[in-house]
């Protein structure tokens, strides 16, 4: 494809069930990372992939959230037990290289619209 | 450990005015340093990027911001505001600190264009 997308692009969910969210990064690109973004502001980190490998989940609020990426392509970002302060926009990026190289910009799919009823 | 600061929450100009968005930064690395542009319901944009080849940065639609490691700040510009720049900007400063790969945005300057 020619950007990043994820799916489904809305999600309601009943506070204690528990959610999976999609994202298909730029086909080729190295490193994936996935964000949080609450109304109003702006996105927060939460983990880093580079190809299958899950180096950085500094960012993860809870062990409720969970992500992967078994064959370095598309990743899966799961939420267990949601909860109402998990309601946000979970933004997916893409880019071809690592953080430190010189093709290290990022590019955003459109994001899930989470709320936690 | 890594720091952005957008300095103005909200910033309004009218049509064909500059525009100053300002951003300090800190870093304990040598840092790539970003704007990204947000539109209502739409995603995250880049509009431009540092990463030491020069200080002064050209990105797409008018846009530029430079680089000052004195004052550590990566103030972005443009010198004629259109109503279509109406949107919200993010400063976002990236490195291999410490190991750790994160990313981090800024709190995000909303910019309001007056006709």
């Known amino acids: 494809g020619a950007g990043v997308s994820q799916s489904p692009r809305y999600k309601v969910a009943k506070r204690g069930q528990d959610v999976a969210l999609r994202c298909d990064p730029i086909s080729g690109h190295v490193s994936l990372f996935w964000y949080q973004q609450a109304l109003g502001q702006g996105p927060e980190f939460l983990t880093y992939?580079?190809?299958?490998?899950?180096?950085?989940k500094s960012g993860l609020p809870s062990d409720r959230f969970f992500a992967e990426r078994p064959e370095g392509s598309v990743s899966t970002l799961k939420i267990q037990r949601t909860q109402q302060e998990d309601s946000a926009v979970y933004l997916c990026a893409s880019s071809l290289d690592f953080p430190g190289s010189s093709y290290n910009e990022q590019f955003f799919g459109p994001g899930t619209r989470l709320t936690v009823l | 450990a890594q720091s952005v600061t957008q300095l103005d929450s909200h910033v309004s100009v009218s049509e064909g005015t500059p525009v100053l968005l300002r951003c300090n930064y800190s870093?304990?690395?040598?840092?790539?340093l970003f704007w990204y542009v947000q539109h209502p319901n739409k995603g995250l944009q880049l509009l431009l990027k540092?990463?030491?080849?020069?200080?002064l940065v050209k990105g797409i639609n008018g846009f530029e911001a430079e680089f000052k490691k004195s004052e550590t700040s990566f103030h972005l510009t443009k010198p004629s505001a259109h109503m279509s720049d109406a949107a919200e900007y993010f400063c976002?400063?990236?490195?291999?600190?410490?190991?750790?790969?994160?990313?981090?945005f800024g709190a995000g300057t909303r910019l309001f264009v007056k006709a």
């Open positions: 870093s304990s690395y040598s840092p790539s």
């Open positions: 992939f580079q190809n299958e490998a899950q180096l950085d």
């Open positions: 540092y990463t030491s080849a020069a200080t």
């Open positions: 976002v400063v990236s490195d291999e600190d410490t190991g750790g790969f994160k990313t981090i």
